[in-house]
């Protein structure tokens, strides 16, 4: 059987932290081998730590998302002691998010930079949450691509849960970037999505579920053990050879996340 990675899922959330060894069994048997959960906020930090250390099998990510921030924060200072406690495969997640009720986008800009600075310094990618913004921080991720490279360490990551336009997509495509597709895709009134899930090459998709917050009333596909059924939906939207997207993928996120 293939072995599948769901590159962001959230165990540190209702209603999987309360049976954390239950979702990796069910995962397991579906073939999902590998999960990868980030954190949002001090909270789910936290969280992430204790996860990792009860279940050293799940990969880590910690970061401050820009719906959650809190300028009482020193961001590095918390990254730092989280990296210090336990293994981390990106930082993320982070990025911009443009709806009403979100904190001003000048912080979340600063968050992001400052965020975006130190995955270069420790060399590790990135999970890019962006919302209604991708002008804005795909103007970010040029400007720091410039600025930053340690050595051979650039900046890299993974739009997760892509959803922008084809001609915005190739902009990330020249900047390197991967782009999380989901179980989003199953809903066909995105068009835009299903276009740009038939557009992205091979060689820059990542599998995710981004479970449980890609969940709809309409659409129960959205659990770890689901990503079998998004590969397979995937495949036949870009008319590719089921076997082949997976070979693909599961190189991407070996080249990505070095797993
Ligand atoms: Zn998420």
Request: hydrophobic share 40%.
């Given at each position: 059987?293939?072995?599948?990675?769901?590159?962001?899922?959230?165990?540190?959330?209702?209603?999987?932290?309360?049976?954390?060894?239950?979702?990796?069994?069910?995962?397991?048997?579906?073939?999902?081998?590998?999960?990868?959960?980030p954190?949002?906020?001090?909270?789910s930090?936290?969280?992430?730590?204790?996860?990792?250390?009860?279940?050293?099998?799940?990969?880590?990510?910690?970061?401050?998302?820009?719906?959650?921030?809190?300028?009482?924060?020193?961001?590095?200072?918390?990254?730092?002691?989280?990296?210090?406690?336990?293994?981390?495969?990106?930082?993320?997640?982070?990025?911009?998010?443009?709806?009403?009720?979100?904190?001003?986008?000048?912080?979340?800009?600063?968050?992001?930079?400052e965020?975006?600075?130190?995955?270069?310094?420790?060399?590790?990618?990135?999970?890019?949450?962006?919302?209604?913004?991708?002008?804005?921080?795909?103007?970010?991720?040029?400007?720091?691509?410039?600025?930053?490279?340690?050595?051979?360490?650039?900046?890299?990551?993974?739009?997760?849960?892509?959803?922008?336009?084809?001609?915005?997509?190739?902009?990330?495509?020249?900047l390197?970037?991967?782009?999380?597709?989901?179980?989003?895709?199953?809903?066909?009134?995105?068009?835009?999505?299903?276009?740009?899930?038939?557009?992205?090459?091979?060689?820059?998709?990542?599998?995710?579920?981004?479970?449980?917050y890609?969940?709809?009333?309409?659409?129960s596909?959205?659990?770890?053990?689901?990503?079998?059924?998004?590969?397979?939906?995937?495949?036949?939207?870009?008319?590719?050879?089921?076997?082949?997207?997976?070979?693909?993928?599961?190189?991407?996120?070996?080249?990505?996340?070095?797993?």
């Open positions: 059987m293939n072995e599948l990675t769901d590159t962001h899922v959230h165990l540190t959330d209702p209603p999987y932290e309360a049976a954390v060894d239950e979702v990796i069994q069910k995962a397991d048997r579906a073939g999902v081998t590998t999960l990868i959960v954190g949002y906020d001090t909270e930090n936290r969280k992430i730590v204790n996860l990792k250390q009860r279940f050293p099998g799940i990969l880590t990510a910690a970061g401050f998302h820009p719906m959650f921030l809190d300028p009482e924060i020193r961001i590095i200072d918390q990254l730092e002691s989280i990296r210090d406690a336990i293994p981390l495969v990106a930082i993320g997640e982070i990025g911009i998010d443009s709806r009403k009720n979100a904190p001003p986008l000048e912080a979340q800009e600063d968050a992001f930079r965020q975006l600075y130190l995955s270069v310094e420790w060399g590790l990618p990135v999970l890019i949450h962006c919302v209604h913004a991708h002008s804005r921080c795909l103007s970010v991720l040029q400007n720091v691509c410039m600025e930053a490279s340690i050595g051979n360490r650039v900046l890299r990551g993974v739009i997760h849960r892509a959803s922008c336009s084809v001609e915005i997509a190739a902009s990330y495509v020249e390197g970037f991967y782009f999380g597709l989901g179980p989003d895709i199953f809903d066909t009134r995105r068009t835009r999505l299903r276009t740009l899930a038939q557009w992205i090459p091979s060689d820059r998709i990542l599998l995710e579920t981004d479970a449980p890609a969940r709809k009333p309409d659409l596909i959205c659990d770890p053990w689901t990503l079998p059924m998004v590969v397979q939906h995937l495949s036949e939207l870009r008319g590719e050879p089921v076997d082949q997207l997976i070979e693909a993928v599961s190189q991407n996120t070996s080249d990505l996340f070095g797993v």
